[in-house]
C-alpha cells in the first residue's frame, strides 16, 4: 500500500512542477512581448535604479524616454545605451527630456515635450526623489517643502499632464518607486524617503524586478530582504510593538549620535 501510495504521489509531483515551469516560461514570454517596443517614460534615469531600469528596458526593446536634470548626463547614458550589444532584441535609440521636478511649470511643459517624442506614452516610472536625514526638530520647513515639490507634486504633476493621453487611448501604465519607508516609518527619516534603494538588493537587481512588475501588470510590489518584509507586516498586525521596537532604534541612533 505504501509503495502504491509513493509511485503514485511522485508523478503527481513531476506534473505538478511541469505545469509551473511552464507557468514561469509563459510570464517570461508575456512580460517580454508586452515590453517590446512599448513607450516607458523613466525620470531620475542618469543614476540608481533610474540608470538600471533604462538599461533593462532598453534591452527588453522598450523605446526610451529618459529624464533627469543633467543634460550631460543624459546624453551620456544615451550613448552607452545606443552603443550597448547585449541583446538580441531590436532596440530602439532613447529620447531625453531635460527638467526639474520641483518646477511644477517645467514638469507640465516638459509632458508636452515627451509626448512629443513618440505621440504617446504607455508607461511612467516615477523613479527620481531626494532623500533627507534628520530629526523632525532639526529640519526646517524648507527642506519639508523642497522634498515634497520633488517627491510628491512634482511626479503628481508630470502624472496628470500625461494621464489624458493614456485616457484617450484606453490604455497606460503608471509605476511609482518607494522604499520600503513608504510603508513604515523610520527613526531619523522626517522629511522623506529615500526612493533609490532597496534594503539588502542593488539596483540592477531591483531594475529586473521592476521590468518583471510592469510586464506582469503587478498593482503593488514589495522588494525587501526578510526583515524589511516582516516589518510590514508586524506594524499591520501588532502597531504596538513595532512603535516599541522603533523607539528603542530611536533612542539607539540619538545616543550614538551624540556620543
Known sequence: MDLMSSTSILPLLLGCLGIFGI?????RMRTKVYVQNTVVVITGATSGLGRECAKVFHAAGAKLVLCGRNVEALEELTRELTASHTSQKQTHKPYTVTFDLADTGATVA?????????????????NAGISYRGTITDTTVDVDKRVMETNYFGPIALTKALLPSMIKRRQGHIVTISSIQGKISIPFRSASVDKNTAQGRSPAEVAQDVL????????????????????????????????????????????SKNS
Do not use: H, W
Request: proline letters at 3%.
Open 212 to 255: 518583471a512588475a510592469v510586464g506582469k501588470k503587478k498593482k503593488d510590489v514589495i522588494v525587501a530582504d526578510l526583515l524589511p518584509s516582516l516589518a510590514i507586516y508586524l506594524r499591520t498586525l501588532a502597531p504596538g510593538l513595532f512603535f516599541s521596537i522603533m523607539a528603542i532604534r530611536a533612542r539607539k541612533e540619538r545616543k
Open 110 to 126: 516638459a509632458a508636452a515635450e515627451i509626448l512629443q517624442c513618440f505621440g504617446y506614452v504607455d508607461v511612467l516610472i516615477n
Open 23 to 27: 507557468y514561469q516560461l509563459l510570464q
